[in-house]
């Protein structure tokens, strides 16, 4: 056995990764885990601050979210909550602001009652604003330029004084540094170490990266789209293939919004909707956003992966007919150009705005500015046996001591939920010990 042998490897230094190494380190009886992360420090892809909206996706806003959805999304992020709580990262790594989802006319305004009615049981919290409610919490969604009320009309539901957004990149961090200061454990990081190459041989894992050569009982891949691209360099995988989203962001040059505002979901876009945020990084001021472009590469703001996308793509019929019957829809259609133009210098802005004045009325060319190197990439399956775009996360678990995730939203805020299912598979695999009763008692709310 080699010197860098290690009961579980994770690959991948983001939030999902960072969670796991935490579990395995905290809540089973592993002896030596090891974290592989191909850049010089954690998260620096898509859990970095500037890449997503730093939102605790909790269900509650998320009209995109059925009730049952809800109740498994609010289950893993009360476990960021307490997690955070227990360590006490109250406005370090996790903070408290009002969060609203508009409802603009007739049919939002019907939806968003009857969904208030429907949700309140599973968040008792929740408050319903009507348009002079909203005008004392949020009056920069109610009035326009001239300060006069928006004609149209316009309720809210939502709540004040929740926990609703998270420095995820701090969070990776902490969960690191809490890892490595358990005692009687091996729990070695390894950043610059690209995974080139993963082979099983007998029993054992062989890992080989850009600097060394590890092998491990069980290895657990969280490295975003490029999950699916070492799935299917091992042959797993292979009836999916992947869509690199990306999004982008417009900065206000202020505080605009109070807190996060949302705006009700068409059920026809599979992305979310446009939507303001308090940027905790950047004085709290308001961010737009995200546009959805595609984008033929699986790292943003990082050179090449252009290769590895048309790998990961696996370009055949069946990839052809989703995005056939995506494209045929009108709604679609003129959603995938507008976010195009959305990138496109000096017309964007002004297209820009046209969406984002359904949140804040009064928006103008001046008040916000393309956010460079801003946005991250959202691995979207597509599931190729069944001709679908898949919404949401995705694991291949293939019974042999391999796991590969691939965690588009609400993946940050599903990483302790998603570490906990991979933790018990493991221990079920490896015969470990999973300490069941002191999990729940510290993140189970």
């Not at 004392?136 to 809210?156: S, W």
Request: aromatic residues 12%.
């Amino acid at each position: 056995m080699t010197q860098n042998h290690y009961n579980v490897i994770v690959v991948g230094g983001g939030v999902s990764g960072a969670a796991l190494f935490y579990e395995l380190g905290r809540y089973t009886d592993a002896k030596k885990i090891c974290l592989l992360e191909k850049y010089e420090s954690l998260a620096s892809l898509n859990s970095s601050g500037s890449a997503n909206s730093q939102t605790l996706h909790c269900g509650d806003i998320e009209t995109n979210y059925t009730l049952e959805k809800a109740e498994k999304v609010k289950k893993t992020a009360d476990m960021v909550e307490q997690y955070c709580l227990q360590y006490g990262y109250e406005d370090k790594v996790i903070f408290s602001h009002q969060k609203i989802a508009l409802g603009v006319g007739y049919e939002e305004v019907a939806y968003i009652k009857n969904r208030y009615k429907e949700f309140k049981s599973l968040y008792p919290y929740l408050e319903f604003y009507t348009k002079e409610q909203l005008a004392e919490i949020e009056p920069a969604v109610i009035f326009d330029k001239d300060g006069k009320e928006r004609p149209e009309d316009i309720v809210g539901m939502g709540a004040q004084g929740e926990y609703t957004t998270v420095d995820f990149k701090a969070l990776s961090d902490t969960f690191i540094d809490n890892t490595i200061k358990l005692e009687d454990k091996v729990t070695d990081i390894f950043f610059n170490n690209e995974v080139k190459h993963i082979q099983k041989i007998g029993s054992t894992y062989h890992v080989e990266t850009t600097m060394s050569h590890f092998t491990a009982d069980f290895v657990v891949v969280d490295a975003g789209a490029h999950s699916l691209y070492l799935a299917h360099q091992m042959g797993h995988g292979l009836d999916y293939g992947c869509l690199p989203m990306a999004g982008s962001f417009y900065m206000g040059n202020r505080k605009i919004l109070n807190g996060k505002v949302y705006m009700v979901q068409n059920p026809k876009l599979p992305f979310a909707a446009l939507h303001g945020d308090p940027d905790i990084l950047v004085n709290g001021f308001t961010r737009f956003g995200p546009t959805a472009l595609m984008l033929p590469k699986l790292e943003r703001f990082k050179p090449g992966t252009y290769w590895d996308f048309v790998k990961t793509l696996r370009f055949d019929h069946n990839v052809f007919k989703i995005f056939f019957d995506l494209m045929k829809d009108s709604e679609i259609r003129s959603y995938v150009l507008k976010n195009f133009m959305f990138e496109v210098p000096l017309i964007n802005k002004k297209l820009f705005l046209q969406d984002a004045r359904k949140i804040v009325p009064s928006l103008g060319e001046d008040d916000i500015s393309y956010a460079k190197g801003f946005g991250g990439v959202r691995p979207q399956i597509l599931d190729k046996k069944n001709q679908k775009l898949m919404l949401g996360e995705a694991s291949i678990n293939t019974g042999e001591g391999i796991i590969f995730n691939m965690t588009p939203s609400p993946g940050a805020t599903s990483c302790l939920g998603n570490a906990q299912r991979d933790v018990e598979i493991i221990c079920e695999h490896l015969n470990l010990t999973f300490n069941e009763e002191q999990f729940n008692k510290e993140l189970v709310k």
